[in-house]
């Protein structure tokens, strides 16, 4: 490949929906013409975060992710470089890492809370898509995600979204709408904004 990658940013809150609009993106893109990032794999482990005075780490803040290493690695697949990262396991000791490696194919689809919050980091993304969707909303498929997928105990993920994710949306994701090149409202589906999305990265492969 030898024109530049073409990098989407998909940004939201937490259980807004990203991953199924993602899933769905990947579903319908030619396998080797598309790579995927998630924001996940930079999270900090878990002994260089930084603990309030319970003891609790705030995985909302941007602070918990190493926002610029992600930057460096986008630059370097924009330059041609492949790259490889050990997979973010949510610090289950029952989940294996794999090792994740990413080529610089014709599209690249990021997706993470911050990833429009840091200003170099969002420059680097053609174009912006912001996946909203109401509070209580949110609050219900993360409770469901977090005690199906994640085995966290609902007392942890209702204390943890007070006392943090409703807090650090409000602060640091909320704002970067203004960023956003396209706003998809996710309470119900989402089948038409992919729709519109897919035929405009058909034209991008076709170009």
């Excluded at 940013?9 to 319908?28: H, N």
């Excluded at 309030?52 to 460096?72: A, R, T, Y």
């Amino acid at each position: 490949m030898n024109k530049k990658p073409y990098i989407i940013g998909i940004c939201g809150g937490s259980a807004s929906g990203k991953t199924f609009f993602l899933e769905q993106l990947r579903s319908r893109l030619p396998e080797d013409r598309l790579t995927f990032i998630s924001q996940d794999n930079y999270y900090k482990k878990k002994e260089e975060q930084t603990r309030d005075e319970e003891g609790l780490i705030n995985f909302d803040h941007p602070d918990s992710v190493k926002l610029n290493e992600l930057e460096q690695d986008l630059e370097r697949l924009l330059k041609g470089e492949t790259l490889q990262r050990e997979e973010y396991t949510f610090n289950n000791p029952n989940w294996k890492p794999k090792l994740l490696t990413y080529t610089p194919t014709d599209i690249i689809i990021l997706e993470g809370l911050f990833i429009f919050w840091q200003e170099n980091l969002a420059k680097l993304i053609d174009l912006k898509v912001f996946v909203d969707a109401d509070e209580n909303v949110r609050l219900s498929r993360r409770i469901r995600r977090d005690l199906h997928e994640r085995g966290y105990p609902v007392e942890e993920v209702l204390r943890d979204y007070s006392k943090f994710v409703a807090p650090m949306y409000r602060k640091f994701v909320e704002p970067t709408k203004r960023r956003a090149d396209i706003i998809v409202q996710n309470n119900h589906h989402i089948y038409k904004a992919i729709d519109v999305l897919m035929n405009h990265l058909k034209a991008v492969l076709d170009r």
